[in-house]
C-alpha cells in the first residue's frame, strides 16, 4: 500500500512525466519546421522516452496496489527562440523534474516508505543523465554560437546520432 501523499505526489509525477512528452514533441515539431531533422529526431526520442518515464510510474502504483489517477496535460508552448535557447529550456525543465523527484524521495523516507525509495533510485540516476545530456548539448550550442554551420553540423552528426533508448 501507498499512503494518501505518496499517491498523489506519484499521480502528480505521471502528469510531469507526459507533459514533458508533449514539451520535447512541441519542440520536435519546432525543429521539423526549420528543416532540422537531427534536432527534431533527437526531440522525438527524447519525448518517448519521458512518455516511459510516465509508465514506469504508472506500472509502480499498481504494483503497490495504489491507483492511477489521470489529470489533463498543458498545453506546451507552441513556439520556441534559437536551439541554443531551446536547450537552456531543456535543462531548467529537467532540473525542475529533478527536484519534483527528490521531494518525492524525501516525502517517502520522512514516511519510511523504502520500497517507494527503492523504485525511486532508477529515477535519481536517470536524472543525473538527463541534466548532463542537455548540459553536453547546450556547452556544444555555446561553442558554436548559434553559427548556421556548427548548428548544421551537430543537427547531421550529434543530434542526427542519437539512437533509440
Ligand atoms: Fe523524465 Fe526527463 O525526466
Redesign the pocket.
Known amino acids: 500500500m501507498l499512503s494518501d501523499t505518496l499517491k498523489k505526489a506519484i499521480n502528480e509525477q505521471i502528469n510531469?512525466?507526459f507533459y514533458?512528452s508533449y514539451l520535447y514533441l512541441a519542440m520536435a515539431a519546432h525543429f521539423d519546421a526549420q528543416a532540422l531533422p537531427g534536432f527534431a529526431s533527437w526531440m522525438k526520442l527524447?519525448a518517448a522516452?519521458?512518455w516511459s518515464?510516465?509508465m514506469k510510474f504508472y506500472e509502480y502504483l499498481y504494483e503497490v496496489s495504489s491507483s492511477v489517477s489521470l489529470s489533463s496535460i498543458a498545453a506546451p508552448p507552441s513556439s520556441f527562440g534559437t536551439p541554443g535557447e531551446i536547450f537552456e529550456q531543456v535543462l531548467a525543465?529537467?532540473r525542475e523534474?529533478?527536484a519534483s523527484i527528490n521531494r518525492i524521495y524525501e516525502a517517502a523516507k520522512a514516511e519510511k516508505d523504502p520500497k517507494t525509495e527503492l523504485m525511486l533510485h532508477w529515477?535519481i540516476t536517470?536524472?543525473v543523465e538527463?541534466e548532463k545530456n542537455a548540459q553536453d548539448i547546450l556547452d556544444k550550442l555555446r561553442m558554436s554560437g548559434n553559427n548556421p554551420f556548427g548548428v548544421m553540423f551537430l543537427d547531421q552528426h550529434v543530434l542526427g546520432a542519437r539512437k533509440g533508448g
Open positions: 510531469k512525466e514533458s527524447q522516452e519521458e518515464h510516465g525543465h529537467e523534474v529533478t529515477f536517470e536524472q538527463e
